[in-house]
């Protein structure tokens, strides 16, 4: 039996050996940060373009519907128990064996922890046993790579990355190189549009009920506040708002049909309204310190909302950028995502040891400081 650390040098020089020669690649990904157990096996090739040879997610939404949201326990069991067959899956669809990859990636934040540490954990498995290089990918920055998988998009771009747990503006500069121009004081966009959806009695997941109420409703009947518009920061805030559909719902004591959509409508309007306003001047702080964007990207579920859809569309027109909107698969939670970031940065020889912890909160630029009064906890500070 060799020593401990010549068994880890030896296995750093395999490690080695293996990134030198894999200029193409194939890496198995694993995302568990929040309601998806997901796995996918991507191969990138030597000129950087890529390919998805399998993408298998399966969605616990079911498990949490009777709560109303994502109950972290429940989460993390459900993620022990799907990961293993979701992996095993993966692998088979794509015709691969372990030893054939070149890297194993997974999300290590950040995230509902419970789940973090069951991917990372396996993840770690994998890559130990295997010999392979382990990736600890950063969420985020997997939802920020993710146009150079589906339309190999160059640096630098804008992304609007708005889901359950995020909302934030980001300057994608580079892999590893990212500034975030704007994020949210208070409730993530996808997290307030589910809890309008609770008070009026809408079921979760929110976002799609509240579109589709919305349809068929007077945006005019209530003067809602458009959160942060005209304010110098690309921030977002959308706690008050939320608070006014609340108020105005109490107000009315029994819903009819037509209030709920009435009060959808005028929800909407006002996230619209507000959106547009903090992109642009998002896009206008790009623009100043990097130069024109070469697009402006859109991710996360609430990417899927179609009026949301055609205010980015605007916006993008407005400050002469083209909009990029990934597939849906590919916009909302996936293990292509987490498996895409971790080629590219195993194509830069950025790969993770053991040690690598899992996270909660994980900025995606992490030497800035957060100004005063940040209320937001799930979006990294
Ligand atoms: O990216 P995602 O699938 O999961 C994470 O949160 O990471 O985003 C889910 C969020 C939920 O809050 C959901 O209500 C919201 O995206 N969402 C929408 C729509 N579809 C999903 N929000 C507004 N309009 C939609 N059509
Ligand atoms: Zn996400």
Redesign the pocket.
């Known amino acids: 039996m060799l020593p401990k650390t010549t068994q880890t040098l030896l296995s750093a020089i395999v490690q080695g050996l293996k990134l030198a020669s894999d200029k193409w690649m194939l890496v198995l990904g694993i995302e568990t ?4 157990t997901a796995a996918a096996v991507i191969e990138r090739r030597a000129d950087g373009s890529g390919r998805i040879l399998s993408n298998i997610v399966r969605s616990q939404t079911e498990e949490h519907i009777p709560f109303g949201g994502v109950v972290p326990e429940i989460a993390a069991r459900a993620h022990v128990d799907a990961l293993d067959g979701i992996v095993a899956s993966a692998m088979k669809e794509a015709g691969l064996r372990f030893p054939q990859l070149s890297g194993v990636a997974a999300a290590a934040g950040p995230g509902l922890i419970g789940g973090v540490i069951v991917g990372l954990t396996t993840a770690k498995a994998i890559a130990m046993v295997h010999e392979t290089p382990l990736i600890a990918v950063n969420h985020l920055e997997a939802h920020a790579l993710t146009p150079r998988l589906t339309c190999a998009l160059a640096f630098p771009y804008c992304l609007f990355l ?5 909302t934030q503006i980001v300057a994608v500069l580079g892999v590893g190189e990212y500034v975030r121009l704007g994020t949210t004081v208070d409730d ?4 307030a ?2 809890k309008v ?1 609770k008070m009026l009695s809408l079921p979760y ?4 009920q ?2 589709r109420a919305a349809l068929g409703g007077d945006p005019k009947r209530f003067t809602f506040p458009r959160p942060m518009l005209g304010r110098a920061d690309a921030n977002f805030s959308l706690s008050g708002l939320k608070t006014a559909v609340r108020n105005e719902a109490s107000r009315l004591g029994t819903l009819e049909p037509q209030d709920v959509s009435d009060l959808c409508a005028g929800f909407q309007a006002a996230v619209l309204e507000s959106t547009a306003d903090r992109l642009g001047v998002g896009l206008r702080m790009f623009h100043e310190q990097f130069g024109p964007p070469r697009a402006l990207v859109a ?4 990417a ?3 009026a ?1 859809r055609g205010a980015l569309q605007q916006v993008a027109s407005r400050a002469e950028t083209t909009l990029i909107i990934p597939p849906p698969a590919l ?3 996936n293990g292509a995502m987490i498996a895409w970031a971790g080629a590219e940065r195993l194509a830069l020889g950025m790969i993770d040891t053991m040690e690598a912890p899992p996270r909660a909160r994980w900025r995606l630029d992490e030497n800035a400081t957060a100004p005063p009064g940040f209320a937001n906890t799930r979006a990294g500070f």
């Open positions: 940060t929040c309601d998806e708005a889901s359950g747990g995020h993530a966009m996808g997290e549009f589910d959806a997941p929110g976002g799609p509240v579109e991710a996360g579920g609430v899927a909302n179609q949301i916009c909302t939670d």
